[in-house]
C-alpha cells in the first residue's frame, strides 16, 4: 500500500518531517514497518498551502529517495499546512497522474488503502461523478475516483458527511456486482484550513493511522530544535519516531477533524446517498 503524513501548525520546512526525523517519509518510502508492503516506491507527492488559495503540488514517478529535486524543494517551502504520500501501486500505473495528492480547487486529497474488483465496478463509480467534475479526472486510480465522487457528493459544503456518503455508495456498487469486501482506506484531506482524517474498512481491519496528542508528539521528532507552535498536529500512517505517549493510534471508524485551536473525533459511519 503507501504512506502519507499531514501537518497543521506554525510554518515549517517541509524537510522537516519528510526527510529529518528518525523514521521520515522518505525512510518509510524505502522500509515501512507497518505496511502490507515494505517499499513504497512508485511515485510520491507533496501539497502545501501558502499565499494563495489554491495549494501548490510536485508529483513524480521517481521513488521519492531518489528525487533530488524533492529535497531542495522541501529544504526551501515553509508552509502550515501540507501532506505527503509515497506510493505503492495496486492495480492501475505507474503515472505522474496516478501519484497522489490529487488536487482540485483549494482541496488536497491522498489515501492509502484499496477498493476491492475496482476494475469491475469503476465505471458504474465513475458514471455518479458529476458532470461538471468527471473532465478534471486525469488518472485511472481508485483513490482519485474516491476524491470525485466526495466532491460530488458535497465535500466543500460538510466534509465528513460527503466522505460517508462516498463510502457507502462504493460499497453499495460492490454489493451489487456481488462483492463482499469492498474499501479499505485511511485518508488525509485539506481546504487549507482543516485536517481532516479518517481510518475505516467494510471489514474492520484498516490500515494503520497515527495521531499526535499534541505539539509535544512533533518536538520529539526533533528533540534539538524548538520549532513546532502549541498547536501543532500531525497524522501518520506510522509514527515517525519511536511511539511514545503522546502518540495515539486513531480508532477504528473514526474521523478526526484538526483545526488551528481544537480537534474534534468523531465516529465515521458509511450512509446511503438519495
Request: glycine content about 6%; overall charge negative.
Amino acid at each position: 500500500m503507501c504512506r502519507w503524513l499531514a501537518y497543521l501548525g506554525n510554518p515549517i520546512y517541509l524537510e522537516e518531517l519528510i526527510y529529518k526525523p528518525k523514521h521520515s517519509l522518505i525512510d518509510q518510502s524505502l522500509a515501512a514497518r507497518t505496511s502490507e508492503t515494505t517499499t513504497n516506491g512508485d511515485g510520491f507527492g507533496v501539497g502545501w498551502y501558502g499565499n494563495r488559495v489554491t495549494p501548490g503540488v510536485y508529483r513524480n514517478i521517481q521513488p521519492a529517495w531518489n528525487d533530488n529535486n524533492l529535497k531542495d524543494l522541501a529544504a526551501q517551502i515553509a508552509s502550515p499546512l501540507f501532506l505527503a504520500h509515497v506510493r505503492a501501486a495496486t492495480s492501475t500505473a505507474v503515472q505522474q497522474t496516478n501519484c497522489h495528492p490529487f488536487r482540485y480547487d483549494k482541496w488536497l486529497f491522498v489515501h492509502n488503502g484499496v477498493i476491492d474488483n475496482f476494475k469491475h465496478i469503476k465505471r458504474d463509480l465513475a458514471l455518479a461523478i458529476a458532470p461538471d467534475l468527471y473532465p478534471f479526472i486525469e488518472g485511472s486510480t481508485d483513490s482519485e475516483i474516491m476524491f470525485y465522487l466526495a466532491l460530488t457528493f458535497g465535500l466543500a459544503d460538510d466534509p465528513v458527511n460527503a466522505l460517508e456518503m462516498m463510502v457507502g455508495f462504493i460499497e453499495q456498487v460492490s454489493q451489487d456486482n456481488g462483492g463482499t469486501t469492498s474499501i479499505q482506506m485511511t485518508l488525509g484531506i485539506s481546504e487549507g484550513k482543516r485536517l481532516i482524517a479518517v481510518r475505516y474498512s467494510t471489514i474492520g481491519q484498516s490500515r494503520t493511522l497515527y495521531c499526535s496528542k499534541n505539539w509535544r508528539a512533533c518536538q520529539e521528532l526533533n528533540p534539538e530544535c524548538d520549532i513546532f507552535s502549541e498547536n501543532a498536529r500531525l497524522v501518520v500512517s506510522e509514527p515517525l519516531t519511536d511511539l511514545t505517549d503522546d502518540w495515539e493510534e486513531v480508532p477504528e471508524s473514526t474521523a478526526i477533524i484538526i483545526q488551528s485551536d481544537h480537534t474534534v473525533t468523531q465516529s465515521f459511519q458509511p450512509r446511503s446517498f438519495q
